[in-house]
């Protein structure tokens, strides 16, 4: 159900939500 936002974000990972291969949602936000 939230699989396509997660594969969509992972290419997008400006200040979307990124998922860790621990099962993590973490946040990248432009903090870099």
């Known amino acids: ?3 396509e ?3 969509r974000e992972r ?3 400006r ?3 990124r998922r860790d ?3 993590r949602i973490e ?3 432009e903090l870099s």
């Open 5 to 7: 936002k997660g594969e």
């Open 15 to 17: 200040g979307k939500r």
């Open 21 to 23: 291969r621990g099962g």
């Open 1 to 3: 159900k939230k699989r």
């Open 11 to 13: 290419e997008g990972e």
């Open 27 to 29: 946040i990248l936000f």
